[in-house]
């Protein structure tokens, strides 16, 4: 397995279609239907905000990040109004508005973790996390942050066994009726 910072354009469709797969049950009402939901990844996902696990020139999975200059799945009203036209823009943008979270200055925030089905429960979930955290310190932040949703055991379990501690946790309300989760819990670990 090889771990790189970035993605390489051969590999774009399968990281949309990886991320989907990972997060389209949390937003798939949303950001559905999925033909146009991976349209909208395609054309949103940076390369510059990732750190992706390969093997034999297979994407086995991808960790991606944000900074101020933005994360890897982050996309506007422009990508939005492309995708999904003007009305399904307006909406959309409407509720990804509702539960964006606001930029941290003091973490690195951690924004999306995914392993393809067959490679799960071989490390590469860590290895990703441990270069997410090595990379976090590269540029200077003390600590590391990331939000899990309350569905999520699995994911939380591993967060917590590498360091992670739950900070608070952030309910959606009347929205977990859009999405497919009711709320999340804030995490963070020490980089130093």
């Known amino acids: 397995?090889?771990?790189?910072?970035?993605?390489?354009?051969?590999?774009?469709?399968?990281?949309?279609?990886?991320?989907?797969?990972?997060f389209g049950g949390k937003l798939g009402r949303v950001m559905g239907p999925d033909p146009r939901a991976l349209r909208y990844l395609e054309r949103v996902i940076r390369a510059d905000h990732v750190i992706t696990a390969t093997s034999g020139g297979q994407l086995l999975g991808l960790a991606g990040f944000k900074s101020p200059e933005g994360g890897f799945a982050d996309g506007g009203w422009r990508d939005l109004r492309a995708i999904y036209g003007l009305p399904g823009a307006g909406w959309r943008l409407a509720l990804l508005g509702a539960i964006a979270r606001e930029v941290d200055n003091d973490r690195f925030l951690i924004d999306g973790i995914c392993v393809t089905r067959s490679a799960r429960g071989h490390g590469i979930?860590?290895?990703?996390?441990?270069?997410?955290?090595?990379?976090?310190?590269r540029r200077g932040y003390a600590a590391a942050r990331l939000?899990?949703?309350?569905?999520?055991?699995?994911?939380?379990?591993?967060?917590?066994?590498?360091?992670?501690?739950?900070?608070?946790?952030d309910s959606l309300g009347p929205l977990r009726h859009a999405f497919g989760f009711a709320g999340a819990t804030v995490m963070v670990r020490g980089l130093r």
């Open 1 to 22: 397995m090889r771990l790189s910072l970035g993605l390489e354009d051969q590999h774009r469709p399968a990281a949309a279609r990886l991320y989907w797969e990972a």
């Open 125 to 137: 979930g860590h290895a990703l996390i441990e270069a997410l955290c090595a990379e976090g310190r």
């Open 147 to 169: 939000e899990v949703v309350d569905s999520n055991f699995r994911a939380r379990a591993l967060y917590e066994r590498m360091g992670f501690r739950a900070l608070r946790h």
